[in-house]
């Protein structure tokens, strides 16, 4: 891997979600490489920063905004008309509030399953008519991992927040609610843990010019040191030029902390 790969991984380094052997590898490296040793030095300090900062509570504008998304998105969804459409709609209304979604959504991938099969062994049906079943089921799946990715977002749990984001990565098409939602997430939780995860969920969807445009918005949003650290490096991978504005008005922001400012210096003369 190159040095830009190990720096990647430096939130994961001190998150202790890294397992033996990546651990062992990225702290040789850190051994023999400067720069690298550098860079994860100051980044530890600004992590070992968010020990100092109290975490404020839930706003009860965050709950009501996810409620309304949720509402909306359902309400969407409760507008199609064909029979498995419904079945599954029943489905997810019972299934995606319960305490234990990964169960759930087993549950009905097996479901899913069965019908595909039933279909699929129809000797009347044609190939045409197969393949518009299959892509039916596929929409389905799709469209229950994304009301789960909503249902969890809103959960009082750090844990089932970051699993949440984490769905991200099984929604092949992400729509612009769920987008939204995850933007409302990196601007507003109050668990920097979470945040953290979704801008990574969020970088990874950063082909959409609508997400590009929102996390650089978000640069001056941030009010955690380790936040405002993060999405700077973002920046600076995404080669978002634009953000070079926003980005010096945060280093000129009253009490910046030092560390923080030397970084967003750094991302800046990158990206100039």
Known sequence: MKCKDYREQFASLLNNTLDKTKRSEIESHLT??????????????????????????????LRKGFNNVLS??????NERKNTIGEWMNKLREFWALQTQPRLAFSLLLVALGLIGGYLLHQPAQSATSYNRQIDSLSSQVSDLKQVMLLSLLQDPSASQ??????????????????????????????NVNV????????????REPRVREGLVRSINLQESPIMQSAIADVMV??????????????????????MVKLN??????KLI
Request: with cysteine; proline share 3%; glycine share 2%.
């Open 32 to 61: 023999d490489c400067d720069d690298c040793r550098a860079e994860y030095e100051a980044f530890e300090k600004i992590w070992n920063l968010m020990g100092e900062i109290s975490q404020p509570e839930p706003s009860e504008a």
């Open 72 to 77: 909306d998105y359902r309400e969407e969804l």
């Open 161 to 190: 927040r970051i699993r949440a984001v984490s769905y991200t990565d099984e929604i092949s098409n992400v729509n612009y609610k769920v987008i939204d939602a995850l933007f409302t997430t990196l601007n507003e939780d109050p």
């Open 195 to 206: 945040r953290l995860s979704t801008l990574e969920a969020l970088v990874k969807l950063s």
């Open 237 to 258: 991978k995404l080669q978002e030029k634009s953000s070079v504005q926003y980005l010096k008005r945060l280093m000129n922001k009253k009490g910046l902390n030092h």
């Open 264 to 269: 967003i210096e750094k991302s800046i003369q």
